[in-house]
């Protein structure tokens, strides 16, 4: 038999692709790669010349975090508040979620499966056609210009979805887990609360995260149904910036942008291990 | 230790009858097992024993409680599950100590119980890992030692053993079986492996489509069984049939013909009453056979087909002409010391004592 001849490129297969696969990843990346990079250097320049590079730093950008700025109210009320309406819209959707997607995944009730078709439909809707009746609604039980409005209606908007991606896990817990537990000696609700809560915890953390995300970066309900500044949240305050009554301060729009964003980021360094178990799927077990 | 008492007992899934009027009873301490196929219904006889489905129709008594509506925390009862089902966020003293935990037992004699049972089922070095990161027999083992630590009146195993590989299959049957005849505890015991149910029970109820087929020991339902459904399930390999006999008689004497074929009946069919005497089902196991190279009266000439040997055994495949043409497999386990070649023309002798005749309609058992 000849001796096998291998070229270059076979040699070298593994490393190639490996090469083209990150070549391709970067120019894929750098539009986003490249917004942050500007949003970051512009936010610490007085300004930029050809677009990218900074004339002269400075953390003048900056001084909303320690000055009251005119016009605008304080920066940090605004986080709290952007914060307790995300705080609270990830809790409810928690709570409600880990309940009713356990009550679609194991119970056989009348109407379970139309309650199924309808929650995906309700998913897609678009809630922005919600607006006026919203608006009527919010204002009979009186939580019009309230913080607390925008968290039930958040909620409630995003609780359809989550009790599916809930019922999903439970649905990956088989049921034998449950009758041992029930043998064991406990009632449903504790075989619920000691054996199947734990088992899915991953899921209650993506849902809780897409909430508290949801709650965090949401915009269109605070700018129509907030009307007073001690509401505003951060989105809000970002949009004032660029609003209509003044010239926009691209300097101070870039760094209350990237103020905006650092939880955010935070906030994903911290749950990333259960943002993985959610592309992996279901629970181990 | 209760009596468990089935009484025409139904359970069906919309359209589905899982099970149709079954009633058996478990003596108190008796270790019987429920046989059958998959999907004949013996899963949800016990699912409902334990109270997880409740009868559509009939009843259910431990003694003479009715235990229809009686949710499974109180019935003092435990399950081994096939899939073992420990709770796989627990380690294995948590996983054991959780029965003993709803019972509000103090921490101490918590402690005491589950070091107990695990020396005694030797997973005492494991307490501490999590289900994941121990094998599939120290798993069992687990599952076991959960369901018996709490001491329970009734012990039921679904399957327990078809996880395992054939070797350690064998052995934990054999210490089950020990442990149960030790601790006397009621059990009921859901197999489709009818060797586990021969080697364990006192009793077997064969299952076949949602109805109770046989109820017996090891030995009627070997020995005598009901229809050919059973005579089939049980055995390894299973009875062989023969189609298309006739009975006869000659001299006083009862035999089954098939053209050239006659084989002696035993004694007792002259108390038989036939119905019909044409188109039976001839059946004989393969142990309850003789193979002779020379023709001998009443045997059955065949061609060997395949030779299986096992070691100790030699499982000899025959074909032997039947109606029209078409052959019949027939499996004979040989004596030892026998030597066949393929196409080897041989004869079969059945035992007499041991021949069966089937209506082949029915299925029932004539003979």
């Keep these: ?285 | 230790m209760p009596e468990i008492r089935v009484v025409n007992f139904s359970k069906h899934f919309g359209k589905v009858r899982a099970v149709d009027n079954v009633s058996f009873d478990v003596k108190d301490g008796e270790f019987v097992a429920l046989l059958g196929p998959s999907g004949c219904g013996k899963t949800t006889t016990l699912l409902t024993l334990a109270g997880i489905y409740k009868p559509t129709s009939g009843e259910i008594y431990f003694d003479d409680q009715l235990m229809n509506n009686v949710p499974p925390k109180y019935r003092n009862i435990s399950m081994v599950f096939q899939n073992y089902a420990l709770y796989p966020h627990m380690t294995v003293f948590e996983n054991i100590a959780f029965p003993l935990k709803a019972k509000k037992m103090s921490k101490e004699e918590i402690e005491k119980k589950v070091l107990e049972v695990t020396k005694k089922l030797m997973i005492d070095k494991l307490l501490d890992r999590k289900p994941m990161q121990i094998s599939g027999g120290q798993q069992q083992r687990v599952a076991l030692a959960r369901a018996l630590v709490k001491e329970p009146a009734v012990l039921l195993f679904d399957e327990p053993l078809s996880n395992l590989d054939a070797k350690l299959r064998m052995m934990m049957r054999a210490e089950i079986k020990k442990l149960q005849s030790d601790l006397g505890i009621t059990s009921v015991y859901v197999t489709h492996d009818q060797a586990e149910a021969m080697t364990m029970a006192s009793r077997i109820a064969v299952f076949s489509m949602g109805k109770l087929v046989q109820y017996g020991t090891p030995d009627e339902i070997y020995n005598e069984p009901k229809n050919m459904f059973v005579a089939a399930f049980i055995g390894n390999p299973p009875m062989n049939f023969m189609e298309n006999f006739k009975v006869q008689s000659k001299d006083g004497e009862l035999f089954a013909t098939r053209g050239d074929i006659m084989v002696k009946l035993p004694p007792k069919a002259k108390e038989v009453k036939f119905e019909k005497t044409e188109g039976l089902v001839l059946g004989f196991r393969p142990e309850h056979c003789k193979i002779a190279k020379k023709e001998v009266e009443n045997s059955i000439p065949a061609n060997v087909y395949v030779l299986e040997p096992l070691g100790r055994d030699l499982i000899v495949n025959l074909k032997v002409k039947g109606v029209g043409g078409e052959s019949e497999l027939i499996k004979i386990f040989a004596e030892p010391g026998m030597n066949f070649e393929i196409e080897e023309k041989v004869y079969i002798i059945p035992d007499p004592e041991k021949l069966h005749l089937f209506d082949p309609e029915t299925e029932e058992t004539i003979l």
């Design chain 1, 1 to 285: 038999m000849a001796e096998l001849r291998l070229n270059f490129f076979q040699r070298n297969s593994s490393k190639i692709s490996q090469a083209v696969m990150i070549i391709i990843l970067v120019l894929i990346t750098s539009p986003i790669l490249l917004g942050y990079a500007w949003l970051i250097l512009r936010s610490f320049s007085v300004d930029m010349v050809h677009g990218f590079i900074p004339t002269k730093l400075t953390l003048k950008n900056w001084r909303f975090l320690w000055q009251e700025m005119k016009g605008y109210p304080n920066i940090w009320r605004t986080f709290l508040n952007t914060f307790w309406i995300a705080l609270w819209v990830m809790i409810l959707e928690a709570l409600i979620t880990s309940m009713g997607g356990y009550a679609l995944s194991r119970y056989d009730f009348p109407g379970r499966t139309s309650m199924l078709r309808f929650i995906l439909v309700l998913h897609a809707f678009p809630s922005i056609s919600l607006m006026v009746a919203i608006y009527y609604v919010l204002k009979v039980i009186g939580l019009l210009d309230n913080l607390w409005g925008i968290i039930l209606l958040k909620a409630s908007l995003e609780i359809p979805w989550g009790t599916w991606v809930m019922k999903g896990f439970y649905d990956g817990i088989p049921w034998e887990l449950e009758w041992a537990g029930l043998v064991d000696g406990y009632g449903r609700f504790e075989v619920w609360r000691k054996i199947v809560i734990p088992l899915v915890k991953p899921g209650i953390a993506v849902t809780a995260i897409f909430a508290f995300l949801s709650g965090w970066s949401e915009f269109v309900f605070i700018n129509t149904f907030i009307f007073s500044q001690n509401a505003w949240t951060l989105s809000k305050y970002v949009k004032g910036i660029i609003g209509d009554f003044r010239f926009a301060d691209y300097g101070l729009l870039t760094a209350v942008g990237l103020f905006y964003v650092i939880p955010t980021i935070v906030f994903f360094f911290f749950v990333n291990k259960y943002m993985i178990k959610l592309t992996i799927g279901g629970v181990k077990g």
